[in-house]
């Protein structure tokens, strides 16, 4: 049983935008913390972006912080990835999880969740130069 669905990846120019949806099943998403991580070809999982259960708080990798929001509809069971100013060194395939054992979000968690956990099977995400 898979229990989230990554959408919405695909080609875009430097510079441009894209929006990341994960749907998960009720179990996962209710009353838990989600977030997003990425992996580019022959490189580590990286830690991305996280968000507290009912959207109160959110965590940013440094890599991130200022051109990706990270957002949630709990009414729908999915969580987003708004991108923009898109660059190159961000493609990677996007996949999302959640922390099942928290309803806020623990940057320690998640950071160690990237290297070490299970993820969905991501969506590719390709930024040309």
């Known amino acids: 049983q898979v229990a989230s669905v990554e959408s919405g990846g695909g080609l875009v120019q430097a510079g441009g935008s894209l929006k990341l949806s994960c749907r998960a099943d009720?179990?996962?998403?209710?009353?838990?913390?989600m977030g997003w991580s990425r992996q580019a070809p022959g490189k580590e999982r990286e830690f991305v972006a996280a968000?507290?259960?009912?959207?109160?708080?959110?965590y940013y990798a440094d890599s991130v912080k200022g051109r990706f929001t990270i957002s949630r509809d709990d009414a729908k069971n999915t969580v987003y990835l708004q991108m923009s100013g898109l660059k190159p060194d961000d493609t990677a395939v996007y996949s999302c999880?959640?922390?099942?054992?928290?309803?806020?979000?623990?940057?320690?968690?998640?950071?160690?969740?990237?290297?070490?956990?299970?993820w969905g099977q991501g969506t590719q995400v390709t930024v040309s130069s």
């Open positions: 999880a959640a922390d099942t054992s928290r309803a806020v979000v623990s940057s320690t968690w998640w950071e160690s969740y990237a290297q070490l956990g299970s």
């Open positions: 009720e179990y996962t998403f209710n009353n838990h913390a």
């Open positions: 968000i507290s259960w009912r959207g109160g708080n959110t």
